[in-house]
C-alpha cells in the first residue's frame, strides 16, 4: 500500500501576463507574417544551390535532412520550374496580416507543371493579388 505524501511550494498568481488589464488603446500589435509560399520558394532556391554543389546529390537525401518526405520535397523543388520573374514575385509576396495566405502551394503547383514559360505567366497574372 501507498502512503500519501505532501508537496509545499509557493505559487504567484498576481504577475501572470493573461490578468493584466489593458487599457483599449493599449492593444498588442499583431506582427505581419512572411507567406508561407515564399518561404517554400526561398527553400527551393537553396536547395538548389546545395545541389549544384553536391552538397546534397537526392531528394531523398534532401527530405532527410528536412524530415519531410520525398514526394513534398518533390513538390517543393517543382517551385523551380517556375519563370525566374514568378519566382521573384512569389518570393516578395506582401506579408500576411491576418487569416490564410492568399496564394498557396496548390495554386502555384498547376502553374509550375507548365513548361512554357509564357503561359506560366498568364496563370500567375490571374492569381498574383
Known amino acids: 500500500m ?7 511550494c509557493c505559487v504567484n498568481f498576481r504577475d501572470r501576463g ?5 487599457r483599449p488603446d493599449q492593444r498588442p500589435i499583431r506582427a505581419a507574417r512572411v507567406p508561407r509560399i515564399s518561404r517554400l520558394m526561398a527553400l527551393a532556391i537553396r536547395f538548389g544551390e546545395l545541389m549544384r554543389s553536391d552538397e546534397v ?21 517543382s517551385l523551380r520550374s ?9 518570393l516578395f ?3 500576411t496580416r491576418k487569416g490564410r495566405d492568399r496564394v498557396q502551394l496548390r495554386h502555384i503547383l498547376p502553374i509550375a507543371a507548365l513548361s512554357d514559360w509564357r503561359q506560366q505567366r498568364v496563370r500567375w497574372k490571374s492569381l498574383s493579388p
Open 82 to 90: 517556375l519563370a525566374s520573374d514568378i519566382q521573384e514575385g512569389i
Open 57 to 77: 546529390t537526392t531528394y531523398a537525401e534532401l527530405a532527410r535532412l528536412g524530415r519531410v518526405t520525398r514526394a513534398r520535397m518533390t513538390q517543393v523543388m
Open 93 to 95: 509576396l506582401p506579408p
Open 18 to 22: 493573461w490578468c493584466r488589464r489593458r
Open 2 to 8: 501507498t502512503s500519501p505524501f505532501i508537496i509545499e
